[in-house]
């Protein structure tokens, strides 16, 4: 009897207590979500926090025979139908060198996009490009603040295609004063950003963005000791490059893609890191990074960095990294292959010495485990994803 009479009551004053836990609980669901994605928020709001990540996710430098101001890869959008097919989207981004790596990442949307290369001058390159996307309204003023051309003066230029602000670019002269005052304003935005910097940093800033300034768009890839090679494609020409469908889907070819990098610019969600991919550290944190963040990486652009490791033997320590990496069936590896310097890659495009590829990581942690990945041809064909 008195236990009924108990049991009763606890039900009556559940009944009465349900509207006020209700708000309660999800107070809590709402702190659980805002506590697990902090330190994407913190990153967004506070400079010094993209300063204090990015020093966490690197390590030593090293060296690499080339400036790499610029990509050399003619076929750096044919991956681009086969990623939307298979649905590469959102989570981490993880890609290597200069400014190929927005395209991808305006295509994708991902959370957070992490640069990483063993130059540090590919993170003080990925610093200038930060102050040209903080700086600049639209993708006309980013090129004209990039090249040193004035703004101009005309509107509308938000819904006109690449190749009309490259015939601007062409058609409007340099301008050295103004340059001059473009970079002393762009230096000063540079070194808000946290990342501490050396005299000697930032003339290297000064001579990458002089280097755009020099050539205009006529600017090359260049090795310090291989000879200039006339196949190398002038950034106008990568500028206008297309997918396999034939079209233009360079991240300047879309106002609404320019946005999208620049807003994960000034969020600080883009963060360039100093790291060997087959380093002890560097590639490890970022799966950690990733891991604390709750997401997988969706995309790792590698370039034809895998190359370079085979030939010094470090191809497992950059496997061992690689599965330091949360990832899904969809996670997926974008390279580059040379076609000069070796046999032509069955799927390689007439026109086109570089030919992209795209394999699921997991295929290529498969491939590792059951064998020598160390084969490089093995490893660029065996599971690379049939782009047409």
Same mark, same amino acid.
């Given at each position: ?33 805002? @506590? ?13 926090? #993209? ?14 025979? &080339? ?17 939307? !097919? ?46 040209? #996307? ?51 304003? @762009? ?67 879309? !106002?609404?893609?320019?946005? #999208? ?11 360039? %890191? ?17 891991? !604390?963040?709750?997401?997988? %990486? ?11 490791? &085979?030939?010094? /033997?470090?191809?497992?320590?950059? %496997?061992?990294?690689?599965? &330091? ?12 292959? #040379? ?8 799927? %390689? ?12 990581? !997991? ?7 059951? /064998? ?17």
């Amino acid at each position: 009897m008195v236990l009924s009479v108990i049991f009763k009551r606890s039900r009556i004053n559940a009944a009465r207590l349900r509207p006020a836990i209700l708000p309660f609980i999800a107070s809590l669901l709402l702190l659980s979500f805002t @506590l697990s994605h902090a330190a994407v928020v913190r990153a967004a709001k506070d400079h010094k926090s #993209f300063a204090a990540l990015s020093a966490r996710l690197s390590e030593p430098g090293g060296f690499f025979d &080339s400036d790499n101001l610029i990509s050399n890869e003619t076929s750096y959008q044919h991956v681009l139908g086969k990623m939307r !097919e298979i649905g590469v989207s959102g989570g981490v981004y993880i890609g290597v060198g200069p400014d190929q790596n927005f395209t991808y990442i305006a295509k994708i949307r991902p959370r957070v996009a992490v640069i990483i290369d063993i130059r540090r001058d590919n993170l003080l390159q990925h610093l200038l490009f930060k102050a040209l #996307f903080t700086r600049a309204r639209n993708r006309i003023e980013f090129l004209s603040l990039f090249f040193g051309r004035p703004f101009p003066r005309t509107k509308g230029w938000e819904q006109r295609g690449i190749k009309e602000l490259i015939d601007y670019i062409d058609n409007t002269a340099p301008d050295p004063r103004l340059f001059e005052k473009t970079k002393s304003d @762009l230096l000063r935005l540079i070194q808000s950003f946290g990342i501490g910097l050396t005299q000697s940093d930032l003339d290297t800033i000064v001579k990458i963005h002089k280097a755009f300034f020099s050539s205009g768009l006529d600017i090359r890839y260049s090795s310090h000791y291989r000879p200039p090679r006339s196949i190398y494609p002038t950034f106008r020409e990568l500028l206008l490059e297309q997918d396999l469908t034939s079209n233009v889907q360079n991240y300047l070819n879309s !106002e609404d893609d320019f946005r #999208f990098l620049k807003k994960m610019e000034e969020q600080d969600l883009i963060v360039p %890191v100093v790291g060997d991919l087959s380093g002890p550290q560097a590639l490890k944190a970022i799966g950690g990074y990733a891991g !604390e963040i709750k997401e997988r %990486v969706s995309a790792f652009y590698v370039s034809n960095i895998e190359f370079y490791l &085979s030939r010094q /033997g470090t191809m497992e320590k950059f %496997v061992e990294n690689v599965k &330091s990496l949360p990832i899904d069936g969809a996670s997926v590896m974008i390279r580059s292959y #040379f076609n000069y310097y070796a046999p032509p890659h069955p799927q %390689v495009v007439d026109g086109h010495f570089s030919t992209q590829l795209l394999e699921r990581i !997991e295929d290529l942690l498969r491939f590792c485990a059951g /064998g020598d990945c160390s084969n490089y041809n093995d490893l660029v064909t065996k599971y690379s994803i049939a782009l047409q």
